[in-house]
């Protein structure tokens, strides 16, 4: 059993890679194939593809819960094996489609279907003994750092012969990771552990509600949502920022975003494991939030790309705050709720990427020389975004120090013994 149990973590670490990786093969093709719709106007593809990234989030942000109690109810694996398929047929749908209203569709679908990283986690959860979570959600981390980075690089080579290319590669990987999963992924959940799904809870404000009333899990979830909101700085302003300061160009921009997936991968899939003996979980959030902020504030001052590829390394250190805060907060529930308690993750993360790019978006905008004017703020301070998220990882940080040092933290519920 020890090969098969080996191959389903694999499959749970592919499906966060694949979720990841497809959302960033369609984002350089995702607006050409709109222009198509609308006569080649580059305009009105901007407004259709803002609207279209705000509904894949707020349906995230509003069935997160729900597929969260869906896997602590029926178990991890049909959830899992059953968004795999649904992502692998929704992306044949928006390749095949003539009108925009398929699209919207097909957009609006994905964003529900890729819910299932709370499954995910939650079946990282099930499987690995409790001092061995933090690795494995670097791991996961590791795999959405790559898929991040890996995804829009190939979907805009793919996109230069075909704008549905990327489409049909993401439709494929997913249909094929169905299949690998349908064979070799056993379920993690236990049924004497498996409880009804309680709707009022299955929602974002029922999830809120539950989060509330566990004050640790509550601030630990604080942590993880700041967290998310500052990483929106880099879809949203990067490639602005770096185009406006240093004049980069989209192979200097992707060779960069290429070192931040190298530098996390190293990171999060190798060194943390090496870390976490020496400095522990609580030291290795306040660690990795203080690399956070040093490396926002660095690139917010970084006077040119060479400052700014300094930073690199520094703030690939952030990586240690997130699988070391997902592990403790795992500790604080039974194995009856860890679905649950993803899903509620999920949901605040969507949260960040609802409301985060236009916050970052008008921050950037507002900051820099426009015409005759210095911005409409006054100043010119294109790295203001940077200098946000750093201010919400400090305040992470205070957060962090305050409830990791409370003797809050529960022994973690027995994991089942199938080893990474």
């Known amino acids: 059993m020890a090969e098969p149990r080996k191959a389903a973590t694999f499959f749970v670490l592919i499906t966060v890679f694949i979720d990841v990786f497809s959302f960033g093969l369609i984002i350089p093709v995702l607006p050409h194939l709109i222009a198509d719709f609308y006569d080649g106007d580059q305009g009105k593809a901007a407004t259709v593809s803002g609207w279209l990234s705000a509904g894949y989030w707020t349906l995230q942000f509003l069935f997160s819960p729900l597929i969260g109690a869906l896997s602590d109810r029926f178990g991890r694996r049909p959830v899992l094996l059953a968004s795999n398929l649904a992502i692998g047929f929704d992306f044949i749908m928006m390749a095949l489609a003539t009108a925009m209203p398929l699209l919207y569709v097909g957009r609006l679908i994905s964003g529900l279907v890729s819910a299932n990283f709370s499954t995910a986690a939650a079946y990282i959860s099930d499987v690995t003994a409790p001092e061995k979570r933090v690795q494995a959600y670097g791991l996961m981390g590791a795999a959405f750092g790559m898929g991040f980075v890996v995804g829009p690089a190939l979907g805009g080579v793919l996109g230069h ?102 530098f996390a991968a190293i990171v999060q899939g190798g060194l943390i494991k090496r870390i976490l003996p020496l400095l522990g979980e609580r030291r290795m959030i306040l660690v990795g939030l203080a690399c956070g902020i040093t490396g926002f504030a660095g690139y917010g001052l970084a006077p040119s790309g060479a400052w700014f590829w300094a930073c690199l390394p520094i703030m690939a250190f952030w990586g240690l705050a997130g699988p070391a805060v997902m592990s403790l907060s795992t500790r604080l529930i039974g194995p009856s709720e860890q679905g649950r308690l993803q899903g509620a993750t999920n949901c605040l993360s969507s949260l960040a990427n609802i409301a985060g790019p236009v916050i970052f978006t008008q921050l950037f905008n507002g900051f820099i020389h426009t015409g005759k004017e210095s911005g409409r703020f006054g100043i010119e301070l294109p790295g203001a975004g940077f200098f946000l998220a750093a201010t919400l990882l400090v305040v992470a940080l205070a957060l962090a120090w305050r409830v990791t040092r409370a003797k809050t933290v529960l022994p973690a519920p027995q994991a089942t013994e199938l080893p990474l």
């Open 161 to 262: 012969f075909d704008p549905r290319l990327p489409f049909w590669l993401a439709a494929a990987m997913s249909i094929a990771n169905f299949l690998y999963g349908y064979f070799v992924l056993p379920e993690s959940l236990k049924p004497e552990l498996r409880v009804p799904i309680n709707f009022a809870r299955a929602n974002p404000f029922g999830a809120l509600k539950w989060l509330s009333e566990k004050p640790a899990l509550f601030g630990l979830i604080g942590i993880s949502f700041l967290s998310s909101f500052a990483h929106v700085v880099y879809p949203s302003t990067f490639v602005m920022y770096a185009d406006y300061r240093y004049g980069w160009g989209a192979i200097t921009v992707g060779l960069t975003l290429g070192a931040v997936g190298v």
